[in-house]
């Protein structure tokens, strides 16, 4: 698991971006709950937005542990930021990894090389969360067409996209006919809801999307009719190391944040950093930071090497993401009072922390996969 060279360089252009353009710009994202599209247009610049698309297509290719080390790095900045930019890789992948030839030339050039159209990805529905086999929406087939009716709930970048994936039946009494389409967002009958005001993640829209009639060619089928949830399923489990990296980068801002402000922080004629209470504190985030790290990089390992990473993903993205939370909380608490207003960044990290806990599987159901690869189904 030790970075190469070039990873370390990647990481540590990623992370200057991250200090220097994202950071400065989260506090006034947050307050007005917009997206900073300059930061995402630097991301375009430094091949980001191509990070999981092929070279022939324009993309950056990376390999599992560079994808981790650079979801990291962004999250250092900007949880914000990088989940966006995660759910972007999403879509890229699932056209890169499913899509026709001529899909591929359509789509991935442009959203390597500018980040535009935007990716989004739409697999849950409002009473289809944890388990996406309960979905409602339906496509259905008219002759060279089909026609999609139903509604995706907490999709990222859902206002600022262009481009959707799509999960629907293809028959609506059969769970096992699942598929996945490809649906540009202009495309007629397709309408964006409210965008959610949310408790953290405050810059990144997170929207509902109604489809009412929405007609798209044959052609815009990524996979056979009911191989969409598999497909689903493979592609998290990528997203899921994604995850686990963020809450490593976010926690690790958080604890950095501490130990300088520890080191300031004088209280009773000397730093709050010299108090062991305070220093235990800083010990016991370290070592959660560390060990979320290298579970992640493990994951991403597993699937460079071409192991079945599914165990080590869930395990890595339920840990970094319930020690993300822990640690952001115990940076608040360091900071004491000024820990819980704006003007520090440790009140943000606080909130931002929570939804790596929800997003791409809880951690409940990153509990149940790690038990059923180890005991069975029950």
């Known amino acids: 698991m030790e970075l190469t060279d070039e990873q370390a360089a990647i990481r540590d252009a990623v992370r200057e971006f991250a200090v220097e353009e994202i950071r400065p710009t989260e506090p006034a994202a947050d307050r007005a709950q917009t997206f900073p599209e300059s930061v995402w247009d630097g991301l375009a610049e430094l091949d980001l937005t191509g990070l999981t698309t092929p070279v022939e297509y324009g993309g950056f290719d990376a390999d599992r542990l560079t994808y981790s080390v650079v979801n990291e790095a962004v999250a250092y900045g900007g949880l914000s930021v990088a989940t966006a930019l995660s759910v972007h890789c999403l879509a890229t992948s699932c056209i890169a ?8 030339d359509r789509w991935l050039p442009e959203m390597a090389a500018t980040g535009r159209p935007v990716g989004a990805f739409a697999l849950s529905e409002p009473h289809a969360g944890s388990n996406p086999a309960e979905m409602s929406t339906v496509a259905r087939r008219d002759g060279d067409e ?26 609506p009494d059969d769970p096992g006919s699942i598929t996945q389409f490809l649906v540009p967002k202009e495309t007629e009958g397709l309408s964006v809801g409210e965008k959610e005001s949310k408790l953290g993640l405050r810059a990144s829209d997170t929207t509902p999307l109604t489809f009412d009639g929405v007609r798209i060619p044959a052609e815009n089928r990524l996979t ?36 300088e402000y520890a080191g300031e922080r004088e209280q009773f004629d000397r730093p709050i950093g010299e108090f062991q209470t305070i220093r235990h504190k800083i010990a016991d985030m370290q070592t959660n930071v560390q060990a979320s790290r290298l579970l992640t990089r493990d994951a991403a390992a597993r699937e460079d090497r071409g192991e079945d990473p599914t165990m080590a993903a869930s395990m890595a993205k339920y840990f970094a993401s ?22 520090f960044d440790v009140e943000r990290f606080y909130r931002d922390a929570k939804i790596t806990t929800i997003y791409e599987g809880t951690s409940e159901i990153q509990k149940k996969v790690i038990a059923r690869e180890l005991l069975g189904e029950p």
Do not use: M, P
């Open 97 to 104: 990894q499913f899509g026709s030839d001529e899909q591929k």
């Open 146 to 171: 089909y026609v999609l009716d139903g509604q995706k709930q907490w999709i990222t970048n859902g206002e600022r996209s262009g481009v959707v994936i799509v999960f629907a039946r293809t028959d």
């Open 224 to 259: 056979e009719e009911g191989r969409g949830l598999a497909a689903a399923l493979s592609i998290l489990t990528g997203g899921r190391i994604g995850i686990a990296s963020q809450a490593v980068g976010l926690a690790q801002a958080a604890l950095d944040e501490a130990i």
């Open 322 to 343: 319930e020690a993300a939370v822990d640690v952001c909380n115990e940076a608040v608490q360091i900071h004491g009072g000024y820990g819980y207003v704006t003007e």
